[in-house]
């Protein structure tokens, strides 16, 4: 893999990121703002209890003074009746807000887990290619000076033996004292 389709993977890798993240902070706002109408609307439905509780009231004492003159015990019963109802739907609307709260608090979790997740594998991605790139660049280094090593050498024949032109102080060819003997055997000469 060259250099620039290197750059073309982490470009796209960084453009998946930005995606990733983009997508679940969308998300997320979506599920904020659906737990805002969910409690919005929870919030309504209190308000409409509250007003229906209020004329539940009125009508029940009006009930009460009518019943003090003709049914106070059938009025009394009623009564009782249409609060156990309301006491229900109540408790009924407080377990339905109650269960919207903590699933909306564990999809933005999920959701914010989704993009710590995404994150930690596209860091760790990005840092396995680093390292390649590294040890690419440090091969590349050796041999950049391997080459400007060769460039700076004069190899020729010296008495039928392989010999090398090499910088002043090292030991030399007593005919020519600009080559040093190369020792092809592996030990030193």
Request: aromatic residues 2%; contains cysteine; glycine residues 6%.
């Amino acid at each position: 893999m060259d250099r620039s389709q290197m750059e073309d993977f982490i470009a796209n890798a960084a453009l998946l990121a930005a995606h990733l993240t983009q997508q679940c902070e969308r998300a997320a706002a979506e599920q904020r703002d659906a737990a805002g109408a969910l409690h919005g609307a929870a919030m309504d439905i209190e308000q409409r209890l509250a007003a229906g509780r209020e004329a539940m009231l009125h009508a029940t004492g009006a009930a009460v003074r009518d019943a003090l003159t003709r049914q106070l015990d059938a009025t009394t019963t009623r009564t009782d009746a249409a609060a156990t109802r309301l006491e229900r739907a109540t408790e009924s609307l407080g377990h339905l807000h109650a269960g919207l709260h903590a699933r909306t608090r564990l999809l933005g979790g999920g959701a914010l887990l989704a993009l710590a997740l995404a994150a930690v594998g596209i860091i760790g991605a990005t840092a396995h290619l680093a390292e390649l790139n590294l040890e690419r660049a440090e091969r590349a280094s050796v041999r950049a000076d391997v080459l400007e090593a060769l460039q700076r050498v004069a190899i020729a024949s010296c008495d039928s033996r392989p010999c090398i032109k090499l910088e002043a102080g090292l030991e030399r060819w007593p005919s020519n004292e600009d080559y040093v003997y190369v020792d092809t055997r592996g030990s030193a000469q």
